[in-house]
């Protein structure tokens, strides 16, 4: 015979049949720590590099070691995140409109940035009063690298050799060709191609976690980047290039938040400090180890987690890196017109254009090669203008402060460049865009991957996708 406590609760449970059960706790975010780590290793570093210089310079493979780990997963990252873009878009043509809308854009863009710089470098004249010796002209003779190419070879140097080897080199847009032939095949092959796009997202969320992994040890190499590059450069080298280095930084400041900012809230309707918000991990990782590369795979996964398309982010980040160098091109003019005063023989504005086109045509050669700002800078000089190579041996002490700049420049062009390009081409859910930077939908930080998204509307024949699932 049941009990009164029995009745009592049997009644009650009768009473609210339809309450849900409690929802699943959420997994505690424990990745703020890592980034706490990673300010903490920062100011370790720097302390270091200070008091034992040429102990932080001994650290600099720690730094080294980790941005090379970052890169070795690039490619698979950005052949992943095309392949599935494009695979699942019904008209190819939406492609090529995304790929001519990004060029155009990157193309204005780095003309504006060069703008700027010259600018400002004709109002400054930093390089004033300054004295060359015999040992920094062969600096600056030794940072002309003979990695970067002539326009005509840098665009033959696309082809890989091997299908393979556009993932083994580390090449990005050799990945990018790659990865957009076999989203157009699998494109074409229509439902016959649904069971290799199952399995390359199966691998995309393979690479992610292995990424995320591989972020736990950003402590680490922040704190050997950061030791190294002020170990060597010491503050003299700081305050005798403290203007230059003051200027390119105020310059940069102005072209993000004033140039980007206005344009991103006239075209997408955004605030640019929601969208840098957004990504403040991201430029806390690029200013621990001086390099937007490090950055690259996580703007690919929080492009997508905004709302940003597939195709759009796929093929608009990669190409970026490479073509939209946009704090490349300040440093690059300034620099130029630096050196030109610190060797006493400026530059009328006849003389400046044409140099500084060059550059924005060299930049291209450069893509991908280590130190590419101040190597594309050397290497342009040496053909453009010879006279002015001894003086790059001037910045090679501050260029790694330098580069600091130019790389959180760089990487806040291509994410500005990525919701314009999505909004042009109408592929960006705005309504999840606004719900993202409210911090309405936090990005996972676990997987790197929206586990939950439902695939696109656009996937041709999901009939044969729901019988193998139910298999």
């Given amino acids: 015979m049941p009990t009164k406590t029995s009745r009592r609760a049997a009644v009650a449970a009768a009473s609210t049949p339809d309450t849900a059960p409690a929802a699943p706790r959420a997994k505690r975010d424990r990745t703020h720590y890592l980034y706490l780590a990673v300010i903490a290793a920062v100011v370790l570093g720097v302390a270091v590099g200070l008091i034992w210089p040429d102990a932080g310079v001994q650290l600099k493979p720690l730094g080294t070691g980790f941005v090379n780990l970052i890169k070795m997963m690039i490619s698979p990252i950005i052949f992943c995140t095309i392949v599935l873009g494009i695979g699942s878009v019904r008209k190819a043509a939406k492609v090529g409109a995304v790929g001519g809308i990004a060029l155009g854009y990157f193309l204005v863009m780095s003309l504006v940035a060069l703008t700027i710089g010259l600018v400002v470098g004709n109002i400054l004249h930093p390089g004033d009063g300054l004295h060359l010796t015999q040992a920094i002209k062969a600096s600056g003779h030794s940072q002309v690298s003979p990695d970067a190419l002539p326009p005509v070879d840098f665009v033959l140097s696309i082809i890989p050799t091997t299908f393979v080897s556009a993932f083994t080199q580390g090449q990005v847009l050799q990945t990018l060709l790659i990865a957009l032939l076999t989203g157009f095949a699998l494109q074409a092959m229509g439902p016959v191609g649904q069971p290799v796009l199952r399995g390359i997202e199966h691998i995309q969320r393979l690479v992610f976690r292995i990424l995320s992994m591989v972020m736990w040890a950003a402590p680490i190499g922040a704190f050997g980047a950061i030791a190294a590059v002020v170990g060597s450069a010491g503050l003299d080298a700081l305050k005798s290039l403290a203007v230059l280095m003051l200027g390119f930084y105020v310059t940069c400041f102005l072209f993000v938040f004033v140039v980007l900012g206005v344009i991103l809230r006239a075209v997408a309707g955004l605030n640019i400090f929601s969208l840098l918000k957004y990504l403040a991990r991201e430029f806390l990782l690029i200013l621990s180890t001086s390099s937007s590369e490090s950055a690259l795979p996580r703007l690919i996964a929080k492009m997508e987690h905004l709302g940003v398309s597939k195709p759009v982010v796929g093929i608009t980040v990669p190409t970026g890196y490479s073509f939209n160098l946009d704090g490349t091109m300040i440093y690059m003019t300034m620099a130029s017109l630096y050196i030109a005063d610190a060797l006493g023989t400026p530059m009328s504005v006849g003389e400046q254009i044409p140099l500084l086109l060059f550059l924005l045509l060299a930049s291209k050669g450069a893509a991908g090669v280590s130190g590419a700002g ?98």
Avoid: Y
């Fill in 374 to 471: 101040l190597a594309t800078l050397a290497g342009g000089l040496q053909s453009h203008k010879p006279a002015l190579v001894d003086g790059v041996g001037l910045i090679v002490g501050i260029d790694r402060f330098m580069s600091e700049a130019r790389a959180l420049t760089n990487f806040a062009g291509n994410a500005v460049a990525t919701v314009l390009v999505g909004t042009w081409t109408k592929e960006i859910d705005k309504v999840r865009v606004r719900q993202v930077l409210a911090g309405e939908l936090p990005f996972d930080e676990t997987t790197l991957l929206d586990e939950n998204v439902q695939p696109p509307a656009e996937v041709p024949e999901q009939g044969g996708e729901k019988e193998l699932a139910k298999a």
